[in-house]
């Protein structure tokens, strides 16, 4: 019998998702509606204000990736104004971006992803002898002895026993779907803790630089960390209130040490425990690198400059497009042409001015609230109409995925040696070919050999951050064009970066030293928008077609395929506009 | 003072867990002192802390995200002490929170169902994010409004938590023009005692330690009139502030890397907000002490003040006058009852040499006094 399979919420991810799935007599999907359920109005809320507080605005925008809008956000009025900013505060700004790429993969692999891959309860019948044995013929990882594994279990154990399973209530344990065996679950659930204590401690880099994290801190010109490298400064007069600057910033010899500290710490848990935690786990599932694969069309803005943003050449990660599958062949991306990206709100419960069928360019992108779904409570949405708060980006008119699959992807087919290089050991391992990247565990696998990448990075732009700072250079921030009074009377710019979860664009139009016009495309959009105009379908959307599911009440496999995209759906919905308040009819529930 | 053995306790409490964990009762005193120290309780009654918590079953959690952006969940990932994982495995028993349960759909409905009956009246409700009334379409999970979501969750709670800015005052969603006719929640349920911890996000020792206050003695800590514990929000991050004594010599940064930047000197100028701003940032600090955001080079943007967003540009000065450093014991002195507790706590950190030091003052200082 045809069914109709809603999954809402869509648990371990950022926001609020929901899925609604049709299959047929066998249980295969056939058509999947992906839609995102909670609305704020970001964007409108940040017209007419400072186009140099816009930043914290954005960065609202999402607490997960909590760093990427608002850097975004900066970068745009920069390019918009044409502020170049300091050497130093691009090496700063590389090493907060690197180490929320580092941070967010881990995190969504053990604490958002894992789940769907490793039973909990099955660990306890491990046995943590073998456990050791498993882990330390996989890495040199330290924490791996028997002692260590029975700790883990024991803490399990005992959460099991008391009777209140907490998080781990009614999950799906001993879904036949769940192919690990009893020490591989354990050596993963220890390293789910034990990332949850390492993610902690590596946010120290962002404290830093930005005061906290989440959400640290950033200014229009550079960054607003001076360097504190000058020992003390004497004071005049006797007592606390008279005393000089014994300690200046954060970013003084302490707090590089701590950067330095960090890097190790990233790369070293990198290395050691997420990359032969992937290449182990995925192991036992080829089936899974067989599909999940959606659109087939890959796209990167690039990011990670080795000169400055307006350099795409020294990015570590090149623009582009891939178009169905091809690697031998990158498309350039003019993002100021009118029909290369437009968005489009066919499915969405947004209004245009010039119908529903046409895409507009983010510049002159309207964003009317319509809300005509059904009235809460509700069973199902009309996903024949409009059903989502997500737009539908599109490039010349095509569905595209963006995110570390697309970077993996771009990278290889420019020929990124070191990216070739870990592509072919992770595909070895695997004894798989190179079609399976287009797969649910391609994906994930993609998103932990960039983590490598990264991770590899991070210690040469700290060591020309460094090197700048010996060589006498303290610059970082350009003060020439902070005051309004400076600014033309008009100006438009984009802020593009790769955000962890995929390319990221912000587009600013600044008016008489206001906000005129502000719109964000994000990752998550381009990903999980639902269908457009033509009735083509987004990447999640075409990733689940086919989707055998063993049992609907426990739709495992289609949180694996979701899952894999690391879901970040405040961030995909985050528009409204002024006049669409007159037209919503206001209803208190 | 005479308390029974924390591990001599009940099977399925907090202490028979502990013991079979195999922690130890004096690692376990430990943890109980700091946070006696976090709560600015007198010394004595970490014992008494540390037996209330080890009889406890662990307390029913339902944590409810509405229109937020989940930074108050990450926040509370990189709490040190108590840690994440001291809180659910050993603390609480979080049965309903999106980010981080396994389960989805209904099963997770289930799950929050589940919690609500076997525990009603007593669960504790945490909520983050603001509430749309604009439409009840504007925000669903599993097809309920937020709105109706929260009034049935709200009925069986003993307490709600309210965290982040956008849960106690309405946040980014409320700011101008508020397209979505975002609320808090203390604009809808006003039959419930409600614990605001603002912040955008809060500080993740601040949402810890409170949790800690409420399931250790049953009670919600003492607020201000904002509904804000005031052992945390009792003083403005200016008067704590480790540059304070450069705004009161008159040296200001001007710009943001100019050489009274790179000494630390007060941002004021560049429209730091802390003289107005009431939370723990600069004596806690963030990340494990490591850093604030004054510290690194960025006036406060007053994040856990209601309508901070509406308050005028991050980079604009201030122009109000600014209390002067002996208002802060006064204010704590009329507070009543709190003085006890602010001044004590000012006091110790005092002793600490702390403020005169520069030096930064975490959790593990507050728990070095103790010892």
Known sequence: MNQRIVVDPITRIEGHLRIEAETDADGRITRASSAGTMVRGLEIILRQRDPRDAWAFAQRICGVCTLVHGMASVRSVEDALKIEIPANAELIRNLMIGAQYIHDHVMHFYHLHALDWVDVVSALKADPKATSTLAQSLSGYAKSSPGYFSDAQKKLKGFVEAGQLGIFANGYWGHPGYKLPPEANLMAVAHYLDALAWQRDVVKLHAIFGGKNPHPMFVVGGVPCAISIDPSHVGHGQGPHHRGGDSGTALNMTGLQVVQNVIHQMKGFVDQVYVPDTLAIAGFYPDWFKQGEGVGNFMTFGDFPAKSMNDPASFLIPRGVILDRDLSKIHPIDVNAEGEIQEFVSHAWYKYSVGKAKGLHPYRGETELDYTGPQPPYQHLDVDQDYSWMKSPRWKGKPVEVGPLARVLMLYASGHVQTKELVSMALKQLNAPVEALYSTLGRTAARTLETKLIADAMQGWYDQLLANIKAGDLKTFNDSQWEPSTWPARAQGVGLMEAPRGGLSHWIVIENQKIANYQAIVPSTWNAGPRDAGGGQGPYEASLKGHHLHDAKQPLEILRTIHSFDPCIACAVHVTDPQGEELVQVKVY | ??????????????????????????????????????????????????????????????????????????????????????????????????????????????????????????????????????????????????HAMLLDSARGAAVIVAVGTCATYGGIPKADPNPTGAVSVSDIVKDKPIINIPGCPPIPVVMTGVLAHFLTFGKIPELDGLGRPKVFYGETIHDRCYRRPFYDQGKFAQSFDDEAARRGWCLFKLGCKGPVTYNACATTKWNDGTSFPIQSGHGCIGCSEPNFWDAGGFYQALSMPITPVQGTLAAAAAAGAAAGVAVTWHNRSKKSAARAAHQKMTVDDLKREEQ
């Not at chain 2, 109980?32 to 029913?60: D, E, F, K």
């Open chain 2, 1 to 146: 003072m005479k308390t029974a053995h924390p591990f001599t306790s009940e099977p399925g409490t907090v202490g028979e867990g502990l013991a079979q964990r195999g922690v130890s009762r004096r690692n376990f005193l430990k943890y109980c002192s700091t946070l006696a120290s976090l709560l600015a309780l007198p010394a004595g009654m970490a014992p008494v802390l540390a037996a209330a918590i080890a009889t406890a079953r662990r307390q029913s959690v339902i944590w409810l995200s509405f229109q937020e952006c989940t930074g108050c969940t990450e926040s509370i990932t990189r709490s040190h002490s108590p840690t994440l994982e001291n809180l659910i495995f050993d603390l609480i028993s979080l049965d309903y929170h999106h980010t981080l349960q396994a389960a989805s759909a209904e099963a997770a409905e289930q799950a929050r169902e589940q919690a609500m009956h076997d525990n009603v009246g007593k669960y504790l409700l945490i909520v983050d994010g603001s509430i749309p009334l604009g439409n009840p379409g504007y925000s669903t999970i599993a097809g309920i409004s937020n």
